[in-house]
């Protein structure tokens, strides 16, 4: 059974950075696509970042530019550098493994306030 748990969370000032990771276990991630999304109080959850296996990216147009998504197949981890960032930013952020049957982590919180 995979587990995801992320962690990095946490308070920043607008214009901070914060870094997310995602330790996984109980599987061959390394040929997985791996994503991060967020969900926002009264506000469904939304795809932020995706990683391939080969490690090709895609990201949500709200965050091009300031959030980088990685990983490191050796480690089993994934993770999310933040940069530039906004109160709009502000949610709770969801690690995810993306197969046949998809697995979440517990999420992390990222407030974004002065």
């Known amino acids: 059974q995979v587990q995801l748990v992320e962690s990095g969370g946490g308070l920043v000032q607008p214009g901070g950075s914060l870094r997310l990771s995602c330790a996984a276990s109980?599987?061959?991630?390394?040929?997985?696509?791996m994503g991060w999304y967020r969900q926002a109080p009264g506000k469904q959850r939304e795809l932020v970042a995706t990683?391939?296996?080969?490690?090709?990216?895609n990201y949500a147009d709200s965050v091009k530019g300031r959030f980088t998504i990685s990983r490191d197949n050796a480690k089993n981890m994934v993770y999310l550098q933040m940069n530039s960032l906004k109160p709009e930013d502000t949610a709770v952020y969801y690690c995810?493994?993306?197969?046949?049957?998809?697995?979440w982590g517990q999420g992390t919180q990222v407030t974004v306030s002065s």
């Open positions: 995810k493994l993306i197969g046949i049957k998809d697995f």
């Open positions: 109980g599987g061959i991630l390394s040929i997985y696509t």
């Open positions: 990683i391939r296996s080969g490690g090709s990216t």
